[in-house]
Structure formats: structure tokens, C-alpha cells
């Protein structure tokens, strides 16, 4: 059974971080892009970051660059996105999301493109 499983959130104060972890079972990471998405109240769910599987490209939602740096560990079949100087309208649920591509330098951003979702994480950014 393909399965991706968050943690990490919680409650953070702004300018805090918070490292979210994304743990994969039933299917080796290797050859998928991983990407991170969120979901406001209210709000559509939308891509923060994602990672490709052949080159290690990483990409960013405009609203996190220099903020937030997603990264893959292979060997632990594990994904994070680390969360620095975190903002209250960075409050939303996690997302991790993985789909299989050996595409070089893969902008996967769009939750259409994905096939294996985790159930989600709360990050609450409040003082």
C-alpha cells in the first residue's frame, strides 16, 4: 500500500520555523518528484515547493523563496520542508505530495500532477 505520511506542525509564533517531515512506505521515493503543497481556510490548495527526482531541482512558490528549502532523503525514503521565518498567512494545512518522473528539472506545482498524498499537517503561525 502507497502511503505518505506527515508531521511536524503545530503552533509557531511569527518569525519561528518548524520542519516538516514527509515519510514514504509501500514505494521508494527515488524516481518521484515530492512537493509540498497547502491549503488555507477558505482557500484552494497550492504549491509551495517541490524537488525532481534526476537532478535535485528544487522550485518555490514566489510567497516562500528565501524563506523555505525543500529536500529529499533517499536512503530514509523521507522528504522535509524546513520553514524559517514563518509568517501568520503561512498558516494552512500541509500537504506532501509524490508522482513518478525521471523528467529532469521537473516544475511539478500544480496539484493535478500528483498522484500520492499525504493526509496532511496543521502549521499555525500565530503570537
Known amino acids: 500500500q502507497l502511503q505518505l505520511v506527515e508531521s511536524g506542525g503545530g503552533l509557531v509564533q511569527p518569525g519561528g520555523s518548524l520542519r516538516l517531515s514527509c515519510a514514504a512506505s509501500g514505494f521508494t521515493l527515488d524516481y518521484y518528484v515530492i512537493g509540498w503543497f497547502r491549503q488555507a481556510p477558505g482557500k484552494e490548495r497550492e504549491g509551495v515547493s517541490c524537488i525532481s527526482s534526476s537532478d535535485g531541482s528544487t522550485y518555490y512558490a514566489d510567497s516562500v523563496k528565501g524563506r523555505f528549502t525543500i529536500s529529499r532523503a533517499n536512503a530514509k525514503n523521507t522528504m522535509y520542508l524546513q520553514m524559517n521565518s514563518l509568517k501568520p498567512e503561512d498558516t494552512a494545512v500541509y500537504y506532501c505530495?509524490?508522482?513518478?518522473?525521471?523528467?529532469?528539472?521537473?516544475?511539478?506545482?500544480?496539484?493535478?500532477?500528483?498522484?500520492?498524498w499525504g493526509q496532511g499537517t496543521q502549521v499555525t503561525v500565530s503570537s
Open positions: 505530495a509524490a508522482v513518478y518522473s525521471r523528467r529532469s528539472s521537473a516544475r511539478y506545482l500544480q496539484v493535478d500532477e500528483y498522484d500520492y
